[in-house]
């Protein structure tokens, strides 16, 4: 089953072809593929809203992902905007500003957003944990090298790319889509 993913993101797609290959989906990154990314409060709307305009101008089954880092203490911020704030602030931005507080509750979000006709479904999890007091190694991208999941003392950053996938908000929306694939029997024809 072959299935298309609208990312110009190569640690995203490298997690997902990892995820999805476990339910016999080779997928394929797509780079060159334009994608509207609306502003909003909701990843899902986000995601699927950047799916349809992908799969427009495509006209092939695909998913977009996206995700965002809230963060308790700031009120959920940075949110749908962490990509933004990543390129802006980064890390030790975000660490400004948590420099007082105590509270370092956060989480993690995903959407994987699936065209597939002729269902457009979306699938959306989270992982709970909180801020390191410092970035922590040299895996993983955005703000990974500031986050700790739940039960762990490393960051995702500290981590390799299947003890992320064992963990991570991206991996669970992925194996949702898997799960998704498979009680429909969506066979490579349907692809």
Request: glycine share 8%; charged share 30%.
């Given at each position: ?16 072809r990892r995820v999805l290959s ?29 799916a349809r305009t992908a799969y ?47 509270r370092r509750e956060a989480y ?84």
């Amino acid at each position: 089953m072959k299935l298309y993913f609208a990312t110009s993101n190569r640690h995203k797609y490298e997690e997902a072809r990892r995820v999805l290959s476990e339910y016999g989906v080779e997928l394929v990154q797509l780079t060159s593929v334009p994608k509207l990314e609306i502003q909003g409060e909701s990843l899902a709307d986000i995601a699927l809203n950047a799916a349809r305009t992908a799969y427009l101008r495509l006209g092939e089954p695909l998913i977009v992902e996206d995700a965002g880092l809230y963060i308790e203490a700031l009120k959920g911020f940075p949110g749908p905007y962490s990509s933004y704030v990543y390129k802006t602030l980064g890390c030790r931005g975000i660490l400004r500003l948590l420099e007082d507080e105590e509270r370092r509750e956060a989480y993690f979000e995903s959407a994987v957003a699936a065209i597939i006709p002729p269902y457009e479904e979306v699938f959306v999890a989270r992982v709970h944990g909180v801020i390191a007091a410092e970035p922590r190694g040299e895996g993983g991208f955005g703000f990974d090298p500031i986050f700790i999941p739940r039960g762990e003392a490393r960051t995702f950053a500290e981590m390799g790319v299947e003890e992320k996938n064992r963990l991570s908000h991206r991996a669970r929306a992925l194996r949702m889509l898997g799960e998704w694939l498979r009680s429909r029997k969506i066979k490579r024809a349907q692809l």
